[in-house]
Structure formats: structure tokens, C-alpha cells
């Protein structure tokens, strides 16, 4: 399998960099003290194209492949863990639906808007009793004529407080079960429907997560997206190319943790040796270097197979549950490397630590991860 870049695949992964360098990674510590992250910055991003990754370039987008889009995904949260997840999801789980499954009228409504960044897209799939659950939905929507009636509250939703379209999961068959569930392009500022409070989380706390509120909401009917009880399939259909988005996440993070443990233990000193020429220091940064090529090595392949076409569910999981967990112990060490400075703000392993914990839950758990891969093993 080959991993070469084009050259247009390498100046995207290039720019991410710069970007994240240059703009993300300076002002993140202020960011998640102040748990937002200006919009100047948001603009800046989708100037350079990240809003429009996944969205065709007959709409105004970048259509990348899959492969380049990890790549640049991994370079942003090496930045901004909480700047990358607001870009991914609109990516991969809003803009990437809409581009697969939109009605022509959709995609020409939806999709230049969302590729230019002037509209921001959120994903509204949990609930407060529902969450790995999918098909257990609450959230219903009865046909009410010219107009969906929707009632129900959404958790987590990730840029809930300034996105324009929330891509949203709602039950139109209860007693169908997944077969009953339907997916609407719900805007914002539609009678009914409302953003709640701003979560207080551990990490990623200058995303903005909320919760939204449909109380007899009216809801259009043509922002019916792929039919009648096809949400399940829409649902599904994405969670491969986010968990591609997710586990590149978690590789970002754990690339940064490395390079700032490396870079403080060819500083401090104790015991007058730098920590860098102990041996349990070098074994420490021994494996996270190793663990983070290979978790690198297996979103990859997930995203290439995902580019050829080819069934990646299996990949997918893989390269999820992996770079999560050995990101995890990534961040785990280079805390640790840092001693009790890991575990003040002021050094930014501490709030990698904290970012690092959810990429172990969203987008599936680890547990359901291996589930996954165990069902596609076991045929």
C-alpha cells in the first residue's frame, strides 16, 4: 500500500502545519482558559480551505482524498485538538453526508456555504438516554402536512453554539426501531428549535458543545435528507470516514505530546543529567515514538482504502481504538516526563492530557471498537 503524497496532498498537510503553528498553537492555552476560540480564527481556517475539505470542488470545496484530509486533520490538532474537532466534524460527518446524499437542490443550498465557512455544521446524533445506542432515539418527528412536528432534546453537539445546519437524527417509527429513524437539515433560527447551555467538559474545552432543543419545532419537509427512515444508514455510513477524522485526532495529540516531551527532557536536569540521558526517560519516548508511527500507519491505510472505495469499517475501528489508546498513554507519559510541571497549565502537556481522554469515547468507545473489529474478524 502506498502512503506517498502527491504533491498537492503534501502542500495541504503542509499548510495544516504551518497553520497550526503559526495560529493554533499560540493561542491555545488562552483559548481553553476562556473555553472559546475567537472567530477570526475559525475565518483564517476556512480561508485556507479546512471547511471545505470534504465537500466537492463543483461546490466550491477542496474534494480531497481521504488520505490528504487525515493527514491535514492530524496536522491541526497537533495545534488545537479543540480547534481540529470543530473542523472534522463539519467535514466529515455534515459536509461529506450532504455531498453523498443531498438532493441537488441540498447540495447547492448547503454546500458552498458550508465549504467557505460563512455556515458551520454540527452533527446531532446523542441524547441524553442515548448515546452508543443509536437506535434507541427519543427525539421524534410526526408528518405534519407541509411541515415535520419535532420534539426532543440532542447532547453533545459539537459546534452547537455558532453553527448554521445541525444534521440531525430524529425517530419517525418508533416501533421500526433503526429502520425508523430519519435524518433532517434542521437551520438555525427555525420556529421550535433552540441551542442550550454550553458544556463545562474535562477536554476540549474551547469546542463548544451544547445541547439542542426541539419543542414542536417545524421543520421543513424538504429538509429531508436521503428519505424516509434512511438516517440509520446515513448515520452509519459516516462513522467510518469520522472515525478516520477522530483517530487522526488522537495521533495530532499524541505527536505533540512527544515533541514537547523530547524538547523538556533535553532540557531539565536532575541529578545533574539532563532527563533525556536516563535510560527510563529514552524508554518512555522510545515507545511513544514507535506506538504514534504505527497508530499513523493505521489511519492511513483506513483512509486509503476509504479512497479506492473499499469497505473500511474494520480499518476504521482499528486505527480508532489504536491511536486512542496508545495517544492516552502517550500523553500519560509525557506528563509524567514532566513531573510535577505536567501538572500545571502553564506546560502544555497538561491540557493534552485533558483533550486526549474523549477520543477514547466519541465516535464510538473503545469497547465498541472492538466489538467492531471483532465482528469483521469473526465474518
Known amino acids: 500500500m502506498d502512503f506517498n503524497f502527491?504533491?498537492?496532498?503534501?502542500?495541504?498537510?503542509?499548510?495544516?502545519?504551518?497553520?497550526?503553528?503559526?495560529?493554533?498553537?499560540?493561542?491555545?492555552?488562552?483559548w481553553d482558559e476562556h473555553e472559546a476560540i475567537p472567530p477570526e480564527v475559525y475565518k483564517e481556517g476556512a480561508d485556507l480551505g479546512f471547511f471545505g475539505l470534504s465537500v466537492?470542488?463543483?461546490?466550491?470545496?477542496?474534494?480531497?482524498?481521504?488520505?490528504?484530509?487525515?493527514?491535514?486533520?492530524?496536522?491541526?490538532?497537533?495545534?488545537?485538538?479543540?480547534?481540529q474537532v470543530c473542523a472534522t466534524v463539519h467535514n466529515s460527518l455534515?459536509?461529506?453526508?450532504?455531498?453523498?446524499?443531498?438532493?441537488?437542490?441540498?447540495?447547492?443550498?448547503?454546500?458552498?456555504?458550508?465549504?467557505?465557512?460563512?455556515?458551520?455544521?454540527?452533527?446531532?446524533?446523542?441524547?441524553?438516554?442515548?448515546?452508543?445506542?443509536?437506535?434507541s432515539l427519543s427525539t421524534s418527528a410526526v408528518d405534519a402536512g407541509d411541515h415535520w412536528l419535532v420534539n426532543g432534546t440532542k447532547s453533545w453537539v459539537t459546534n452547537g453554539g455558532f453553527a448554521t445546519v445541525f444534521l440531525t437524527f430524529v425517530s419517525t417509527n418508533k416501533e421500526a426501531?433503526?429502520?425508523?429513524?430519519?435524518?433532517?437539515?434542521?437551520?438555525?433560527?427555525?420556529?421550535?428549535?433552540?441551542?442550550?447551555?454550553?458544556?463545562?467538559?474535562?477536554?476540549?474545552?474551547?469546542?463548544?458543545?451544547?445541547?439542542?432543543v426541539f419543542a414542536n419545532a417545524k421543520i421543513p419537509k424538504e429538509a429531508l435528507l436521503g428519505g424516509v427512515g434512511g438516517g440509520f444508514k446515513i448515520a452509519m455510513s459516516q462513522l467510518d470516514s469520522g472515525r478516520i477524522g477522530i483517530a487522526a485526532q488522537a495521533v495530532g495529540i499524541a505527536q505533540a505530546a512527544l515533541e514537547e516531551a523530547v524538547s523538556y527532557a533535553k532540557q531539565r536536569k536532575q541529578f545533574g543529567k539532563?532527563?533525556?540521558?536516563?535510560?527510563?526517560?529514552?524508554?518512555?519516548?522510545?515507545?511513544?515514538?514507535?506506538?504514534?508511527?504505527?497508530?499513523?500507519?493505521?489511519?492511513?491505510?483506513?483512509?486509503?482504502?476509504?479512497?479506492?472505495?473499499?469497505?473500511?469499517?474494520?480499518?476504521?475501528s482499528m486505527?480508532?481504538?489504536?491511536?486512542?489508546?496508545?495517544?492516552?498513554?502517550?500523553?500519560?507519559?509525557?506528563?509524567?516526563?514532566?513531573?510535577?510541571?505536567?501538572?500545571?497549565?502553564?506546560?502544555?502537556?497538561?491540557?493534552?492530557?485533558?483533550?486526549?481522554?474523549?477520543t477514547e469515547i466519541y465516535?464510538?468507545?473503545?469497547?465498541v471498537q472492538s466489538l467492531i473489529v471483532a465482528r469483521e474478524v469473526l465474518g
Open 6 to 30: 502527491t504533491e498537492s496532498m503534501a502542500m495541504l498537510r503542509d499548510s495544516a502545519r504551518e497553520f497550526a503553528e503559526k495560529r493554533l498553537k499560540p493561542g491555545a492555552l488562552e
Open 56 to 83: 466537492p470542488e463543483e461546490f466550491g470545496g477542496l474534494g480531497v482524498d481521504p488520505l490528504a484530509y487525515a493527514a491535514a486533520m492530524e496536522e491541526l490538532a497537533r495545534g488545537s485538538a479543540s480547534f
Open 94 to 135: 455534515v459536509c461529506a453526508a450532504i455531498a453523498k446524499h443531498g438532493t441537488d437542490e441540498q447540495k447547492k443550498k448547503f454546500l458552498p456555504k458550508l465549504a467557505s465557512g460563512e455556515w458551520i455544521g454540527a452533527y446531532s446524533l446523542s441524547e441524553p438516554g442515548a448515546g452508543t445506542d443509536a437506535g
Open 177 to 212: 426501531g433503526s429502520r425508523g429513524i430519519t435524518c433532517l437539515l434542521v437551520e438555525k433560527g427555525m420556529p421550535g428549535f433552540s441551542v442550550g447551555k454550553k458544556e463545562k467538559k474535562m477536554g476540549l474545552r474551547a469546542s463548544d458543545t451544547r445541547e439542542t
Open 274 to 316: 539532563k532527563l533525556s540521558e536516563f535510560q527510563l526517560t529514552q524508554a518512555k519516548l522510545s515507545d511513544m515514538a514507535t506506538n504514534i508511527a504505527a497508530a499513523r500507519l493505521l489511519v492511513y491505510r483506513a483512509a486509503s482504502k476509504l479512497a479506492n472505495g473499499e469497505k473500511c469499517t474494520m480499518e476504521a
Open 319 to 358: 486505527a480508532k481504538s489504536f491511536a486512542s489508546r496508545i495517544a492516552n498513554k502517550a500523553c500519560f507519559d509525557a506528563v509524567q516526563i514532566h513531573g510535577g510541571n505536567g501538572f500545571v497549565r502553564e506546560f502544555p502537556v497538561e491540557r493534552y492530557y485533558r483533550d486526549v481522554r474523549v
Open 363 to 367: 465516535e464510538g468507545t473503545t469497547e
